[in-house]
T-cell receptor, first 114, second 115 residues
């Protein structure tokens, strides 16, 4: 596609509900990143995939957070038993593999837990 | 581990005035440096990046940044700002030595342009 696409754009979840956030990267991009951006803050790294392999998940805040990219293209970030502190914008980015290459970001999914 | 400090959370300037947004980084290894811009309700867009070579990097929309290794800084400048430059600006760093390197972002600087 023309850019990184994320869906839904907005999600309201009741506390304790499970949510799934989708990311469609740019076609052919090997690398895929998930970030969490709280209000007034910079994006915080969550996890990184190279093709279908999850090479770094050091930023996932708890075992309630799970990400997958089973066929090396579309990725899903799942949050189980959501809590209010999970409210944030979740950003997905993709890039060609290689050091220093530009990461292209989607518009994000704004998650509000009530 | 790397970290990025953006010293100013907000910078108000008048239209057509010059602006400098400050960024300092900390790292034990060589790094790549980036500036991203985030317009309201949009995703992050790359303004410019420093990989190697000339320490003065020119980006889109008339922005430029200078890499200063001794001061571990990568300040962003524009000689004359426009209303359309109103946005959040993020400085970022990634590790040169890793083939699978995440980008670490600063907390951002909100640039507001007054007419």
């Amino acid at each position: 596609g023309a850019g990184v696409s994320q869906s839904p754009r907005y999600k309201v979840a009741k506390r304790g509900q499970d949510v799934a956030l989708r990311c469609d990267p740019i076609s052919g991009h090997v690398s895929l990143f998930w970030y969490q951006q709280a209000l007034g803050q910079g994006p915080e790294f969550l996890t990184y995939f190279q093709n279908e392999a999850q090479l770094d998940k050091s930023g996932l805040p708890s075992d309630r957070f799970f990400a997958e990219r089973p066929e090396g293209s579309v990725s899903t970030l799942k949050i189980q038993r959501t809590q209010q502190e999970d409210s944030a914008v979740y950003l997905c980015a993709s890039s060609l593999v290689g050091q220093g290459t530009e990461a292209f970001f989607g518009q994000g999914t704004r998650l509000t837990v009530v | 581990a790397q970290s990025v400090t953006q010293l100013d959370s907000q910078v108000p300037v008048f239209e057509e005035a010059p602006v400098e947004l400050r960024c300092n980084y900390s790292s034990s290894v060589s790094v790549y440096l980036f500036w991203y811009v985030q317009y309201p309700n949009q995703g992050l867009q790359l303004l410019l990046k420093y990989l190697s070579g000339s320490t003065l990097v020119k980006g889109i929309n008339g922005f430029e940044a200078e890499f200063n290794k001794s001061q571990t800084s990568f300040h962003l400048r524009k000689p004359s700002v426009h209303i359309s430059d109103t946005a959040e600006y993020f400085c970022a760093v990634s590790d040169q030595d890793s083939s699978a390197s995440k980008i670490i972002f600063g907390s951002g600087t909100r640039l507001s342009i007054r007419p």
